[in-house]
């Protein structure tokens, strides 16, 4: 699975965006998916993830109640809904594949990585 991340931007503090990943392969449906940042100095960190079929997910903490990850295997996407953005959410968001979501949803076992897409957000 080749996992490509987009719709990434320049926000303001309070504001909202919307994050897409595009995956190739037929295996899409059959993988765990999730989002990961990684802030400038900072190691990367789990975001959020969402079981193959779509009926399970987990947050970070720092993102519960904000931030809402969905997916529709028909099309092979994965998406990041951004809501009430703070700055502190500046970073370069990477989604990520595993054909575990136990420990994807830990944010551990990432078999697949996109390449990022910046989110910046002033205050």
């Known amino acids: 699975v080749q996992l490509q991340a987009f719709g990434g931007g320049l926000v303001q503090a309070g504001g909202s965006l919307r994050l897409s990943c595009e995956a190739s392969?037929?295996?899409?449906?059959?993988?765990?998916m999730g989002w990961f940042r990684q802030a400038s100095g900072k190691s990367r960190e789990f975001v959020a993830a969402?079981?193959?079929?779509?009926?399970?997910?987990n947050y970070a903490d720092s993102v519960k109640g904000r931030f809402t990850i969905s997916r529709d295997n028909a099309k092979n996407m994965a998406y990041l809904q951004m809501s009430s953005l703070k700055p502190e959410d500046t970073a370069v968001y990477y989604c990520?594949?595993?054909?575990?979501?136990?420990?994807?949803?830990?944010?551990?076992?990432?078999?697949?990585w996109g390449k990022g897409t910046q989110v910046t957000v002033s205050s």
């Open positions: 969402i079981i193959s079929g779509g009926g399970s997910t």
């Open positions: 392969g037929r295996a899409f449906s059959e993988n765990a």
């Open positions: 990520a594949g595993s054909p575990t979501y136990v420990t994807l949803s830990k944010g551990y076992g990432v078999v697949y």
